[in-house]
């Protein structure tokens, strides 16, 4: 049976399946892509609910396992050499676990990179900017009497429903025929930015055809339906 008491975030919310990828997460939009991700590949995980509007997330076990302070972050009991493994960033996580199970993350080289890319694109602008809407519009923000920083976030996220647009032509999904990490990534911030950001209407999102295509597609995946309540609040 692994030992995971070298990490200390094991203290505080304890491995009753040592034996498993250790999730820490809560099913924010960063969050579910890992729970997707483990859910499609069928690896065995246990997860652990961080609950980060009690900022648990800032505790010294959890910043312990990320120093950053954001969720999710993993524990792989049989990481490389058959050593535990430590890891935090959702796109580095994506792209450990595609490695580990061989799926969603094409072998042939060139396809391995163009998903990357799409990957990257995710975690450097559909996150950051959708966030940017959210608080903006819903949250703190939206009391603010300057709407100009409202109104650059939504400009820039109409760009890149746009650019997802125009990527999913004739595609039904990022990589074309085969579904990936790309697509993983960015589900659950396209979902967010409609949904509980209340934004459908701010980014004209039904006057796209594509995008909401692709979105659909997505959450009828029965993997994606669960990993989007994991984990759950008991």
Do not use: C
């Amino acid at each position: 049976m692994p030992d995971l008491s070298a990490f200390p975030i094991t203290a505080r919310w304890p491995a009753r399946h040592p034996d498993r990828i250790q999730l820490y997460s809560l099913n924010t939009p960063n969050g579910v892509k890992v729970s997707i991700m483990l859910e499609e590949t069928g690896l065995a995980y246990e997860p652990h609910l961080v609950d980060i509007m009690r900022d648990e997330n800032r505790t010294p076990e959890f910043l312990s396992l990320n120093p950053n302070g954001k969720i999710p972050a993993i524990i792989d009991p049989d990481g490389p050499g058959g050593e535990p493994l430590g890891l935090f960033e959702s796109g580095a996580i994506l792209l450990y676990l595609a490695d580990k199970s061989g799926m969603f993350l094409s072998s042939d080289p060139v396809l391995r990179w163009e998903t990357i890319q799409w990957v990257f694109f995710q975690m450097a602008s559909i996150g950051p900017m959708f966030g940017q809407v959210g608080f903006f519009h819903k949250f703190a923000g939206r009391e603010y009497e300057d709407k100009r920083p409202l109104n650059r976030y939504v400009d820039e996220s109409r760009r890149l429903l746009g650019v997802l647009e125009a990527r999913l032509d004739e595609r039904p999904w990022l990589m074309g025929e085969d579904y990936s990490i790309a697509d993983i990534a960015t589900l659950g911030w396209v979902r967010n930015l409609v949904g509980f950001y209340e934004a459908r209407d701010l980014v004209h999102f039904d006057e796209l055809s594509n995008v909401p295509a692709w979105l659909e597609r997505g959450l009828a995946r029965p993997a994606v339906e669960r990993g989007l309540l994991i984990p759950g609040r008991g």
